[in-house]
């Protein structure tokens, strides 16, 4: 059984303080969400104690937006998996375009971070996913495979939830198509092997198409960036329709 993983991941937004207003506007909102519906927040890593606290009881589980390969050690900047075990994080972003666009992430450190995620009992979400100059030269598939092959080596799947997210639409408004979207998510499931994996849709997804994108069978989930900022907004999505 798939299990669906709705996730805010909130990028360099929010101070604590900030998060935490965020918190008591949209745990309310909760008591309408149905039981087998995964929500997670993913907040920058000041906000994670803070919001592991308040949140202690309460079905929202935790994600951090990077983790190390290393246990520890002198890495300036990085984080390590047991520092964020210990405050009650659960689930991890490995391999996001930002980390590979702006900070040298490649496949074979999101492996090495996914390797190590799982090794101490994090849930890792590998964000896959293509360019607009890749995407119109027919490169989506092949450049899609090529992350899942060097990403996945040495992974246990039963343990995982994948992200597909055409960069082209990050922070756009231009949404992938939904059945596009299903498609492509479609041939990912098709190259692993547990089909079982939990996969997200992450671009431009709104309260306006979210009702769409989770109607398509393929789609078990979606990782929100601007529209998890708000309480409201994110409300909307987490308590989508089924149509
Ligand atoms: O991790 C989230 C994605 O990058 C999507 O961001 P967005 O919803 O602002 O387009």
New binding site residues.
Partial sequence: MRKIVIAG?WKMYKTQAESEDFLRGFLPYLQETPEEREVLLCPPFTDLSGLSRNLHGSRVQLGAQNVHWEEYGAYTGEISAPMLTEIGVRFVIVG?SERRQYFGETDATVNLRLRTAQRFGLTPILCVGETKEQRDKGETESLISLQLDKGLVDIDQNNLVIAY?PIW???TGDTCEAVEANRIIGLIRSELSNPNVSIQY????KPNNIDEIMAQPEIDGV?????SLEAESFARIVNYKLV
Avoid: F, P, T, Y
């Avoid at 992450?202 to 997804?205: D, I, L, P, R, Y």
């Avoid at 990782?223 to 529209?227: C, I, P, Q, T």
């Fill in positions: 991941n996001h997210e639409a990050i922070g992450g671009g431009s997804v990782l929100v960036g601007g529209a």
